[in-house]
């Protein structure tokens, strides 16, 4: 096999066979392969795109380059589940428990934010305490205790799709269908567990930025999952408006919170029970109806919550937090953004409003970056609502004084005004993979 001569097939369009991609994925892992190189096949693979073969292909040998974790003591009960990554987006926070309560086995790796995205790790953290690198054996006692344990992604695990993302991300590859596909489906096979729920987002704070862009990415990971013997389904849902009011990590864990006790903005509540129930209509053998009515009865009996606070204490966060949330720190500053016009919200670009979190110091602007556990924003105000001059829109959180007026003009340029309000976008496009 020479390097070259699969990227001049994949510059012409041409199908690779299996041979090839897994001796490259196999020889790039080692190190054997140049970053220019494979830096070079990403671009052709972008113009070019792959067939459904390749992609699985490829999804099946990055799977493979490093350990795997094997969750079948755990059967049909073990359960993951994906986000493709948006604004305010705290889902894995509410679903985790629901399902949890529901008698799933949520055994799960999450990542940390970056740029514009929250990380569920970051969250997490925001309990003093709380171990996000569990022991192998630690991690399964408490899948097996607590039903829940969600921990950062092992450095072992599909390391080829750490060098290619990482690769992707400074060469502008990574909104590509294939290479997105092959790089989410590849962990959640390595993860191990027989059910996949992925939330697939789009609009103006995703990558995809169409509802139809997401379907595809959708159904083709769906496939590769179903091809694998895994039970997947994936939910089509709008980021084009933050999820939620609050964005930022103590801020978000506080509005989980809130969720959780039945108490959450509509939103965010409905994303999460419907993920929840397609765990659980997969995951259980049980309708999605009927998984949806124990999802809504797990909020209002207290199941959930209880199930929060067990998780977060079973895994050394000090869950007196989640009793009184009150008692986590605030931020230094505060600072209210208000409307300059009458009107409606016609439009906000979730994506500028996540950089202004940023500016913040909510977020990571480099991998290395330290973020502010306190820092965010709570919108008073989102898309629809009608707002009077004056009134106020957004609040800031930050300890940095001097970041405050470049996140309000950042928050600002992704606000439009209307004299109309806009037709209400639909929540969740499309579920695909469960009745």
């Known amino acids: ?55 699985a292909i490829l999804t099946d040998a990055m799977a493979s380059s490093g350990e795997t974790v094997n969750l079948s003591e755990f059967g049909e009960l073990a359960v993951d589940k994906h986000s493709t990554g948006g604004v305010g987006d705290k889902t894995t926070l509410i679903v985790a428990p629901i399902a949890a309560s529901l008698g799933c086995k949520v055994a799960k790796m999450s990542g940390r934010g970056l740029g514009h995205t929250g990380g569920t790790v970051d969250k997490l953290e925001s309990f003093p305490g709380y171990n996000t690198s569990l022991s192998r054996e630690d991690f399964f006692a408490q899948v097996r205790s607590t039903g829940i344990a969600v921990i950062g992604q092992s450095e072992n695990l599909a390391p080829a799709d750490k060098k290619l993302y990482a690769l992707r991300d400074v060469t502008a590859t990574v909104d590509s269908i294939p290479l997105i596909t092959s790089s989410v489906m590849s962990k959640k096979l390595a993860s191990g567990a027989g059910t996949i729920v992925l939330d697939v987002k789009y609009g103006s704070g995703s990558f995809m930025k169409t509802a139809a ?43 989980a919170i809130d969720t959780l006790r039945g108490n959450g903005p509509a ?12 765990i659980a209509h997969l995951a259980l053998g049980i ?21 929060f606070v067990e998780w977060i204490a079973a895994q050394g966060g000090d869950s007196s937090l989640t009793l009184n949330p009150s008692r986590f720190p605030v931020s230094k500053y505060s600072y209210e953004v ?37 820092a965010g924003i709570i919108l008073s105000k989102k898309t629809g609502d009608a707002v009077r001059t004056g009134e106020v829109i957004a609040t800031l959180y930050t300890n940095d004084e001097s970041a ?32």
């Open 287 to 307: 309708s999605f109806a009927e998984a949806r009515a124990r999802a809504e009865e797990s909020i209002r009996c207290g199941a959930a919550f209880g199930k």
């Open 404 to 435: 405050v007026q470049r996140a309000k003009l950042e928050l600002l340029s992704g606000i439009e005004y209307g004299d109309v309000a806009p037709a209400e976008d639909r929540l969740i496009h499309k579920i695909i993979g469960a009745t």
């Open 267 to 278: 939103d965010l509540t409905e994303v999460c029970l419907s993920l929840a129930s397609a």
């Open 213 to 255: 862009e997401a379907e595809t990415l959708a159904q083709k990971m769906v496939d590769i999952g179903t091809a694998c013997k895994r039970r997947v389904a994936a939910l089509i849902t709008n980021m084009d408006t933050p999820l939620g009011h609050n964005i930022g990590n103590i801020l978000e864990v506080k509005e």
């Open 1 to 55: 096999m020479r390097m070259y001569d699969i990227i001049t097939k994949k510059k012409h369009g041409e199908e690779l066979c299996e041979a090839e991609i897994r001796e490259m994925i196999a020889a790039y892992t080692k190190g054997e392969i140049p970053d220019y190189q494979m830096s070079a096949l990403m671009m052709a693979i972008y113009f070019n795109g792959m067939t459904d073969k390749e992609t």
């Open 338 to 374: 208000c409307a300059d016009k009458d009107g409606y919200i016609t439009h906000m670009d979730a994506e500028k409003i996540g950089l202004a979190s940023v500016e913040l110091g909510a977020g990571r602007a480099t991998k290395d970056a330290v973020i502010d556990h306190t």
